[in-house]
């Protein structure tokens, strides 16, 4: 595995500035994911890396080594994209043993052997090797797929929103599998998605990007709890963040504040201002209150066994608030 650095790395397509200038530093065995949303330049990011795109200026190094003018192969990376991009009339074995047949690898076919079975057993499909990949379901697709890039062993894994394409249980049953992997094999893994739930059940360190812009870069919980802007407040967080009047709970706000930024689980109920009850969800787990609060949407949790109904009216005050500036960054 490997340190990846990123130094002052420009992209643009045109008139279109895909990445901005972008200084990253991925630690080595770090599970970093790239989080925002479409047209972020997320995955162009991961593509300047791979060596699918070639960067209008700035540097990157893979384990303290320039690749700039290196190729593809010549950078030892791995890629795992959405769609499985597995051969049909392959079997699963030979599939997985695929990569390490390329001239530039040169495995031997003991080994070849070896890694096959290793890889079919991280990834808990040993049974299914001698399966056609269309005798699969979609997870056991998708497994196949990231085995494909498991089992080339290399610097960096490159991994562009894998999991996207598969139904809610799937998705789930993955993300646990592939921080399983993760810290099983000690990897450095590079992750891309818009999904904030990927983002903070298995990243180490989260990249928020704007508009080819990384304007945070930390832990989960830092970035949740620290966020700098109004924008990297909205990426994590289900229910969203409320972002209020800096007044409207708050009988005396920071000077220059205008927004305040308080999570559903930082609210109070029984004291403060007065709001009316306007949906309930119950959840199982939790019970989601959707409040009005004068002209204002304000969402918070409350005990899941909750008798409250819609047209109650309760009284919320605000734990822990954020306060933003005009420009939407942090004060305080």
Do not use: C, W
Request: charged letters at 20%; zero cysteines; glycine letters at 8%.
């Amino acid at each position: 595995m490997a340190e990846v650095v990123l130094n002052g790395v420009s992209k643009a397509f045109g008139a279109t500035k895909a990445v901005v200038d972008m200084d990253l530093t991925i630690p080595d065995g770090a599970f970093v994911v790239l989080l925002g949303p479409t047209g972020a330049g997320k995955t162009t990011t991961l593509r300047l890396i791979a060596g699918l795109e070639k960067s209008d200026s700035g540097t990157i190094s893979i384990a303290g080594d320039a690749v700039d003018t290196l190729t593809p192969a010549q950078r030892d990376v791995a890629m795992v994209f959405q769609q499985y991009s597995l051969y049909p009339h392959m079997t699963v074995r030979e599939n997985l043993a695929f990569p390490l047949r390329s001239p530039y690898l040169k495995t031997p076919e003991d080994e070849i052997a070896r890694k096959v079975l290793n890889v079919a057993e991280v990834l808990h499909i040993p049974h299914k090797l001698d399966n056609k990949a269309t005798e699969l379901s979609g997870g056991e697709m998708q497994r196949v797929s990231i085995g494909r890039a498991l089992v080339r062993d290399p610097a960096i894994y490159l991994m562009d929103e894998p999991l996207s394409s598969l139904d809610a249980k799937l998705r789930a049953d993955l993300r646990v599998e592939l921080k399983r992997i993760h810290a099983e094999l000690a990897a450095t893994l590079l992750y891309v998605t818009h999904d904030q739930i990927e983002a903070m059940t298995m990243a180490t360190h989260v990249g928020v990007l704007d508009e080819g812009n990384l304007v945070q870069f930390g832990t989960p919980r830092d970035i949740y709890e620290n966020p700098l802007t109004t924008y990297v407040a909205a990426r994590l967080g289900q229910p969203r963040i409320n972002l209020l009047p800096a007044d409207l709970l708050e009988s005396a706000p920071p000077p220059g504040a205008l927004t305040m930024g308080l999570r559903p689980e930082n609210i109070r109920h029984g004291a403060g201002r007065e709001a009316n009850v306007v949906r309930v969800e119950h959840l199982g787990d939790q019970t989601r209150l959707h409040l009005k609060v004068a002209d204002h949407d304000v969402i918070t949790l409350t005990d899941p066994h909750t008798d409250l109904s819609v047209g109650a009216t309760i009284q919320i005050a605000p734990l822990n608030p954020l306060f933003f500036d005009a420009q939407g960054a942090r004060i305080g």
